[in-house]
């Protein structure tokens, strides 16, 4: 149970975003780090850290054990609209993000306190602070803080207590296959009688990652219409091993970024940095939660201020994506 009540930063998830927002911040203040899940845990995700979230680790080395086979992928563009490829020479880093978020979260948790299994529930603005409604062994209870910063991804309900502005946003549907041909690049496939976004094909050691982006509707279909031209197209089949899904929030406008007000901050996806074209969020949550642990540190009164200007950059990468 969390005995301690009073904190000076408590920060909602543990991805990439709450994550380096803790290791970052300074040893001064008494930090709490919540997530509603225990860990190690899954998290439907492609898995890839492109060249941007490679430089900002480049300090940190992330340990072997960590990356997916093969470690480094080229990447290749099929538009089935147009009978077209495109190949690139990139070292895309291929990952487990199970075992990155349990990296990222053991690294952290040398500065903060960690309670799993712990949900947020509401906020109440008080004098001097907020108090922060959970409920962790099915009991409710408060706590105390000066700051909340939330890293909860691309959680709509989250989004709605602080905005009444809709953001779009696709159901990303993953199925892992069992097959004996395996690709070397991670592969974007444009067929727009499947998605106005695109599917993908990622290998993941002895598995391959077949998805797409989809707007929520007939999704089961969608993806099986998907499934069956990988066997026509590109001679691709296999059995279904597992299947996932998740939200991916798409900004269309930089009026979908949220970054918070006051003694609150949001950070990564939650704040609607992720990319537009690619949805690739790692990289924006790396970075969006190292400013928010700067702007703590450097500015603690009034570290919201700082925070948006620290975030001016990645502002701009939204809006040129989108």
Known sequence: MIKNREYDIVIIGTGPAGCITAYYLSKKYKTLLLDRSDFPRDKPCGGLLIEESREFLKELKIPSYV???????????????????ISQKRKIENISRKKFD?????LCRKNINFSPKTTFLRYRKEKG???????????????????LVLA??????????????????????????RTNKKVKDFILIYDNKITDSYSYLIQKGDYLIAGTGLIPGDTEGKMKDFIEKLKKRLNISGKIIKK???????????????????????????????STNASEGISFALRSGYNCAKALNKSFKSASKKYRSLCKPLIKEIKDKI
């Open 67 to 85: 990356f997916s086979r093969p470690k480094y992928l080229g990447v290749k563009y099929i538009d089935w609209d147009n009978n077209i490829e």
């Open 152 to 177: 909860t991804g691309s959680s709509l309900l989250i989004r709605r207590i602080f905005t009444d502005k809709k953001i779009n946003y696709y159901l990303v549907i993953q199925w892992w296959l």
């Open 102 to 106: 349990y990296w990222l979260l053991k």
């Open 244 to 274: 996932e899904a998740a939200i991916v929030l798409n900004p269309r406008s930089v009026k979908n970024i949220l970054l918070g007000d006051g003694n609150i901050i949001l950070v990564g996806e939650a704040a609607g940095f992720i």
């Open 129 to 147: 602070g907020l108090k922060v409604f959970i409920k962790k062994n099915g009991k409710e209870s408060t706590i105390n803080t000066k700051y």
